[in-house]
């Protein structure tokens, strides 16, 4: 005696699965019409649009991968991740289902150009062609397909070509901004004020070509709103001179206003999460006030360091002068720039160079100054009379 099935075991026959393959079968008896030339064609053109959505997405996928371990710019990786699920989202099992390589005549196919790829940019520029390339023939051959592929396929096109610019840009930013910086000699530092944008004006027209801009927290009656606009018209100023414009502490005031990087305290993020948020390419300095902290800051890869404070001074209340001993300690192990700092000026700058630096970074030797053109002009004068040591 046979058991009754429960609703559990019940098989629903297949004529009932209500699938688009179940509704194309011919009724029994039913001829089945031969092929078409123009099934024939849609289907390779499902094959078409498979292939350059997997071509884009993988294209897409490696530059991803470059700015992610290499660039270190999560913002560029964010920005090819989302065009990636874009295309997936568009990306129909129609298609999918049209592929079959096998009989793909081009499958395989090279080109000797893909074996002579000169390092990790060559790569990065070839895979930005390809997704560039395929998002085309999908825009075109998309046109008369169901949805929106032929749209997400123009849109996130023309987003590839701006991100692919500001990669060629982190490629020539990052040489660039270093070779600029290892050419300073004078690094001005100034604060809050309305004076202040005069001040570094009279500055660049002097040569001054490194400036930062530090406006710390607890700044009476300052608003980070004011903080952007003065450091983005100091930004402005120093890129019509050609100058390096660097924010003290605040990586997301240097990234708001497209800093060329940012000065760190002892006390502030860890160089290797700087790095992280700003990328390769921008300068990473830090200041520090013994041997032990310049040793640390070289392991962790920071562009530059300051060296100080040399004397005491107002703007930094409370910390003991290092003297001129620390400046010849890393007059002979800094391998990188280091900026001598605290109550340098004119008079004070001779001993400071006597000692082995070649560079320094002033508050008040220019800000509080009569003419600060002229005061910048006289430390230059100073500085470049002595013959660079680094």
């Known amino acids: ?18 699938t688009t ?14 092929p078409t ?16 959505l997997d071509r884009a997405r993988e294209g897409l996928r490696v530059l991803e991968d470059w700015c992610r371990f290499v660039l270190e710019r999560p913002d560029l990786v964010a920005r090819l991740k ?35 790829r000169g390092g990790g ?25 169901p949805g929106a592929l032929a749209q997400e396929a123009a849109a996130i096109r023309y987003r590839l070509y701006d991100l692919e610019t500001e990669l060629l840009q982190a490629r020539l930013d990052g040489p660039a901004r270093r070779q600029r910086l290892a ?18 004006e009279a500055a660049l027209h002097a040569g001054v070509r490194l400036v930062q801009y530090r406006a710390k927290e607890g700044t009476a009656g300052l608003t980070d709103r004011q903080r952007l606009l003065e450091a983005r018209a100091l930004r ?37 999460e700087a790095r992280r948020l700003l990328g390769s390419d921008r300068l990473i300095g830090r200041s520090t006030h013994a041997l032990p902290q310049l040793q640390q800051a070289l392991a962790e890869g920071c562009d530059y360091v300051g060296v100080g404070p040399v004397q005491a001074t107002p703007t930094k209340p409370g910390k003991a002068p290092v003297g001129l001993d620390y400046v010849r300690q890393a007059a002979q192990q800094c391998p990188i720039p280091f900026f001598a700092i605290g109550g340098i000026d004119a008079s004070t700058l001779p001993a400071v160079l006597a000692a082995g630096a070649s560079r320094v970074a002033v508050v008040r030797a220019i800000t509080a100054a009569a003419d600060p ?18």
């Open 236 to 272: 402005q100023r120093c890129a019509a001179h050609g100058a390096l414009f660097i924010v003290n502490d605040r990586l997301d005031l240097a990234l708001a206003v497209g800093a060329d990087g940012v000065h760190l305290g002892q006390d502030d993020l860890p160089t290797a």
């Open 183 to 200: 050419r300073c000699r004078l690094y001005l530092i100034v604060g809050h004020g309305p004076a202040q944008e005069a001040v570094v």
């Open 373 to 390: 053109g002229a005061a910048s002009r006289a430390l230059l004068e100073l500085l470049h009379a002595q013959e660079p040591r680094r």
């Open 1 to 18: 005696m046979s058991a009754t099935p429960t609703p559990t075991d019940a098989v629903t026959p297949a004529s009932a699965i209500p």
């Open 21 to 34: 393959a179940a509704q194309d079968q011919p009724a029994p008896g039913q001829e089945v019409p031969p």
């Open 37 to 52: 030339e123009e099934t024939d064609q849609q289907q390779a053109v499902d094959r078409l649009l498979d292939a350059n």
């Open 121 to 145: 940019w060559a790569v990065v520029a070839a895979n930005a062609a390809r997704a560039q390339e395929a998002l085309r023939v999908l825009e075109e051959f998309g046109r008369h397909r």
């Open 82 to 116: 989302d065009m990636r699920q874009r295309l997936g989202c568009v990306h129909d099992e129609r298609y999918k289902l049209a592929r079959h390589t096998a009989t793909d005549p081009a499958a395989g196919l090279g080109h000797p150009a893909q074996e002579q």
